[in-house]
């Protein structure tokens, strides 16, 4: 059972092979026993996952279930969920009960999608570890002394490991790319505005985009047909219309056309990763699709840009947490300053601070022009280098991280962290929907491929992976002591 993906599951289901209580209660004792190892849930919803459960079963009784009703699943902790602690990995958020459900957590459930809790993640998206949350780190469940990338880094280790079918997740830079590709998990940021933002709390407004984390390109495929669509209450979500991405899973690869940019595959890129990558683009290539070297000459600006941008946007999202209307409130203010100077340093963590400071210094009359405006201009040139681009290819390939899963605590320094987004945070810049999916090991540790495509193509970005996922087994590998 637990090696079955939605899908299958789904079927299962429907044919009575077993009930969602039944397949919730074996996710409920896994979660038991092994998230203790991983520190990959801050809130398991044992009581909600059994009630949805019940009504699930009841559903598929009458004849009136969806897809996913049934499927156990996991939210990263800055989805809304009403009526359940939503902290962000925060402090700062510690004893917020959301009043109200992200437009996302509102869509599973209407789906009859059974939540079994709440994942560990950054405090407020920030961290490409998992060290930066204020519930400690999460453990990757193929090496536990190594990190399990982030900010989504619980809900890629609580899929990789088992303990949820799939998981929601947030990426304004890689966040839910980066752990996929460092836990052997299926990861999608769609298009910026295919998926609402209502109620996913704010690090970076014009980054952040919701998507999942899978284990295969065919349940991403399932969840997104649901997540997906134009939302009255953000303003920033598209109406494009939304296919039925499952639809277009088996399209033919013939005379699809994969480009390889090469400034995706220099230094600091490990060797032997690039190596996997471009094994795994020959598989497609013997499948009918094209490779073609190119060029994005301004993707070296990346990390600085994105830095820059989504700063200034941090700093402004998070003014509200002042202790009064949100947030964490310190104890005997003496007078309003006091307030929210204390309640501010006493809940927010190292990190966020620093990009609080960097932000607030770079949207300052000192750094407003040198800095902000200059890095806008430079993510429109990188936007540009893509839609350029994709008038000769379909959409691009390379490796999803430099490195494979770093050792807890091992990385140096701050820079050295944000390079971990090196290949990842160009599609944020230029709002265009992205994949990882699993393709090899390095010394007994995954390693992802990235997958890029043309705005609201994520039909043609699941096709390809669904095809490649038919051809190589990566994805239904396990780590050892999880399987
Ligand atoms: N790792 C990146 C950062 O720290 C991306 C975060 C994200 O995608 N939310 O900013």
Redesign the pocket.
Known sequence: MLLKTISGISHALKKKEFSCVELTKIYLSRIKTLNPALNAFITITEETALNDAHQADQRIALGSATPLTGIPIAHKDMFCTQGIKTSCGSKMLDNFISPYDATVVQKLKEAGAVLLGKTNM?EF?????NE?SFYGPVRNPWNLEAVPG???GGSAAVVAARLTLAATG???????R?PAAFTNVTGL?PTYGRVSRYGMIA??SS??QGGTLTRSAEDAAMLLNVIAGMDPKDSTSSNQPVPDFTQTLNATLKKVRIGLPKEFFTDPLDPKIADLVLTAAQTLEKMGATLHDLSLPHTPLTIPT??IL?SVECASNLARYDGIRFGHCCEHPKDIDDWYERSRAEGFGL?VKH?ILMGTYLSSKEGYEDFYIKAQKVRRLIANDYIETFKKVDLILSPTTPTTAFKIGSKPNRVA??L??LL??SA?LAGLPSLSIPCGFLDNMPVGLLLTGKPFDEARLLNVAHQYQRNADWHRRLPKEFS
């Not at 998206?125 to 570890?129: C, D, E, N, P």
């Open positions: 950054d998206s920030m961290g490409s570890s930066h982030g900010s989504s947030a990426d304004a830079g890689g966040s839910i980066q940021k690090f970076a980054f952040d994105y830095h989504s990190e990009r962290m944000y971990s987004d990842t945070a944020n």
